[in-house]
């Protein structure tokens, strides 16, 4: 049995280094990536920016763009070491400060003392970023207490503590400030496998939507974006750990390749700019269109060919009455 157990996940392995880079499908030469930064320079000068998990992936991106736009950042997630080399490394390409402060976003009373910190270093921020985020795929059979409950305290607790206690503190000083969480296209229709990060997520947009509603006679407004498949290393490491599924990802997807980290920058700070005051609680969808394609009853059909689309044709002109 172990030997057989072995040379499944060799299998896998293999699996994992031919797919993991796959091509993108044809289509995708008509809507590549653009590398460029879509608003004018300065546009977030003399502001201030908090991002949670700001020091890898969406969050490092999302952090650069805003401060090379001229904002001073405030990074923070539990790994000080991550923070300190992201935050010295984005300063250095920018020539704008970003803060590293340590935080585990599941503990209320580390997220007070890390925005205490922070009112210390820069006051509060004009832009706040709810990036942090857990998932891992798992069959809900299997599912443990404790998996689910890491991934609800990350995702949604951390969301609501972080996001509450900064609002209290912005109320009280009378400062607006934007808001942003990233969550995921299946937060509105669930999925199986990842239930604990589909329930929590949902729960984020909730409350992201009943506080647009609630507090922006504060001047607060609050915005969602939903990103389809992206390849960042911390999340495909827990999603897609043998590769397997990237290329069936890619092929669902009408615009035939996976997104880039680049792509949520661009659309993070345009709605969290000047640029798009009058937008809150707006829940934007940036996938492809691999939401639409997934959900549609008859989408599959794209793989039938032309020709057996001309026998399926000749049936259904051969069919009588209703």
Known sequence: LSSHKNLLLKKLLHASSSLRDS?????????????????????????????????????????????????????????????????????????????????????????AQCLDQMEEITGLPDVVINNAAGNFVSPSERLSPNGWRTIVDIVLNGTAYVTLDLGKRLIRDKKGSSFLAITTIYAESGSGFVVPSASAKAGVEALYKSLASEWGRYGLRFNIIQPGPIRTKGAFSRLDPTGVFEDSMIRRIPVGRLGTPHEIKNLALYMSSHYATWMSGAVVRLDGGEYLSMAGEFNDLRRVSSEEWDMIEAMIRQTKGS
């Open 23 to 111: 091509a993108p499908m044809p289509q995708a030469t008509f809507f590549p990536p653009s590398n460029a930064t879509m608003l004018p320079p300065e546009s977030f000068k003399n502001r201030v920016a908090f991002i949670t998990g700001g020091g890898t992936g969406l969050g490092r991106a999302m952090t650069h763009g805003l401060s090379e736009l001229g904002a001073t950042c405030v990074i923070a997630s539990r790994k000080l070491d991550i923070l300190k080399k992201t935050a010295e490394e984005i300063t250095a390409q920018t020539g704008n400060k970003v803060y590293p402060v340590q935080c585990d976003v599941r503990d209320s009373q580390a997220v």
